[in-house]
């Protein structure tokens, strides 16, 4: 145990000058803040509070609280930043929070850094506020071990893995590994923060109206930008009608909402329905105080839910928006924008795309908000946008000039491009045994899968224990589920020790791959129950015949969209690297960790030159040494915006232990980069030595929880020169990443897809249909 405690005096100093204590009475309000009985006047969009400080590294309690007298409805911003004692560099911390009415938190960090300087920074917060908490004090060690162990038990018992962290502890202190024990259970205090229940669902969905609906980056931004700036933004109210059978558009429509960059309103869900709603639609859209949830019973109706929520609104307009219409993430700046110029004081309407309005009469083409006093005293029977805009009095409104809303079924999930209408030509009924619950690698096959095959002629039902997310996927793209019986042909989706619960047999065909050389001997005679495996790479396909896999073997490549992957000339002034993973469940082989260290220890001092690491939200934490050229990422990012992280890059330096196909490297390559990698498992099937630079590895023995077998190990010393290689001539790295992209070309989501319909249709799982 000497060692463990020795790691805990490395990183919980007991060391207190006089000045590390901070409260309230240390504030010093700046201009347009002034003190009154009731608390403090704000009259301008953005005020600070300052003071300085010394703060030494170490452990830090830091409570904050706010609290308004009005202006409720109105989506308020603080942010607390630690200055460092370098002004050029960094923040030492900075911390965000929103709130509407109040907030508290109270919240441990370590810092790293010295700082010696405090802002507070409130945005929208015109009107009377009080600061409730303020106080930022050293924790002794003893306080922060009991806190970290309570944080760690109570977050291994909420994701139901006590007994397993236990064991994974024990293990760590017999084998002496007490630095890492030391870190596992420090990381709880920040996890704490970030993996709270709920939150990773919610960031699928937002990853999912990302990806169908973001807007450009540089429109996102200036918009933002707009937001900020706007003097005494007006409060907006949204209703959304629900019924049971409406769960599922209006789900979509909500999200919507909480997208919104324009973040001054408040969302009521008008619910008729059974108690089993409510929790179902909390557990969707979160803790979110702007979303109010308002049920009444089946039998007293929509009417009665609506005409209750109407009188709850605190703002003088409503927007009523249909179950089924998605907004444009910044419809409702351009409403409030609208209304700030003070040239229209009747209905505004944000007009919904086509095919959606074509139907409709002309005044109907729109979501629109009106001015409470305008509206009926009886609310609508009905939601379609004809009765609303009846109901809004939109003959005499106005709508805004562009496209600010959508039928949810009008965007697909991978790309922007129009799903169409499924061919005449009808081939056979084909059953897809598959799950799509989030934003993974098998998601995204599953999604192609469903968009595409139909164009070929599959007449696609959905397995009866196919699990798929209505939210992460159109309407019009859903297949009808349908009870598959044996003998019936299905196509299977997913992982070798997945695929054999949709029960195998002759009549299926499984698209699966594995990233070692070995499968589990469990998975192979349930395998060789299939008529027919795929795999993308003839890597896989060798490494599954050799592992005994007996039924016949295909390849068909994954792919990407080429209208958002595709190569700019915007190739980075800074030698920059980058590499991205999902590290909660890859992390055991990404080795984002071990790309670090080895990108310091090439660049020990330079300055020019930047590592960017992307990981998803619910990866855990990775150290970055606090360099400032080490930038990481958290985040579902939508497509344009991934494409622009690549873009980003100098080269994509990939240090995995193995690739079943390798969609972030062939996306990488699509956008113009070179790849920094071993030549190794299945991203063999798109890449060789003369594309970029292969790293020298060995194979070595993969045995944990989950792989078994061989797979690459890089070598440090190779994986250091190749990296040193592009800094010295980032010219040849440009030239490279042409190629690269060149080659990627044939390895599109359409490529590909043609590819697997030819090999359906030569092992008679489809019939003749369109190609």
Known sequence: MEGLAAEMDATMSDSVVTDQYLNISRLVAEAGLGQGAAGWTVSAPLVRFTTGCELSPGWYEIALGVASTDRFAVRKRAELVLDAEDASA???????????????????VRLVRPACGVRLELRHAEGTIRLTDFSIRPVSRSAIVRRALAEKIRLTLAYRCFGAAVLRGGRMLMQGRFRDFGHKLMKGLSDSRAMQLGTVEISEVNGAWWRRH???????????????????????????PIENLQLDPARLSAHSVRRQLYPHWHLYLACSGGPELEPHLERLLGNDPRVTILRVPKWAGRTVAMSRVVTMCETDRLLVLP????????ALYHLAAKLKTGETDGPLGCRIAAPFAQAAAAAAQGVWLTPTR??????????????????????????????????????????????????????????????????????HVTYAFLKGLPSAGAELRRHQISSIRPDLVPPVLMPIMSPRKPGDPQLVVGPPFLVPRFGLDQASAVYTMWETDELDPVWIPLLNKAGLIVVPSDWQRQAFRTNGITAPLAVAPLGFDPLIYHPRNDFPKICTFGTAGALAAGGLRKNAQWVIDLFRKAFPIETDVKLRIKISPGSPGIETYDDPRIDVL?????????????????????????????????????????????CHSG????FDPSLGYAVDYKLIDARNEIYRGRWAEPNPDSFVAQLRTVYADQARAAALGEA?????????WKASGKQLVRVLREHEFLGEGTS
Not at 92 to 107: G, I, K, M, T, V
Not at 217 to 232: C, F, K, N, Q, S
Not at 683 to 686: G, P, S
Request: glycine share 10%; with cysteine.
């Open 90 to 108: 960094k923040p030492a911390l900075r911390e965000s929070f929103a709130w509407n009415q109040s907030f508290a938190e109270r919240f441990v």
């Open 214 to 240: 973001a807007l450009p980056t540089e429109e996102a931004g200036r918009i933002r930008g707009l937001v900020d700036a706007m003097a005494e933004p007006p409060p907006l109210s949204i209703v959304l």
């Open 323 to 330: 179950p089924g219409v998605e907004l444009q993430e910044h």
């Open 374 to 443: 305008l509206l009926s005293d009886v609310p609508p029977t009905g939601v379609s946008t004809t009765v609303l805009a009846e109901w809004a009095g939109a003959a005499q409104g106005e709508l805004l000039e562009p496209i600010l809303a959508h039928p949810i079924d009008d965007r697909p999930l991978i790309d922007r491009a129009r799903v169409g209408k499924v061919p005449v030509v009808r081939g056979k009924t084909l059953w897809l045994g598959a799950d799509l619950r989030g934003l993974g690698g098998y998601d």
């Open 634 to 678: 958290r985040a579902v990012l939508p497509n344009a915006e991934l494409a622009d992280w690549y873009r980003s890059l100098t080269a994509y330096a990939n240090g995995s232990f193995g690739e079943g196909f390798g969609l972030h490297l062939i996306e990488a390559m699509a956008c113009g980069r070179t790849l920094v990698t071993p």
């Open 683 to 686: 991203l063999t099937a798109f």
């Open 740 to 748: 690269c992209a060149a080659r990627a070309k044939v390895f599109t």
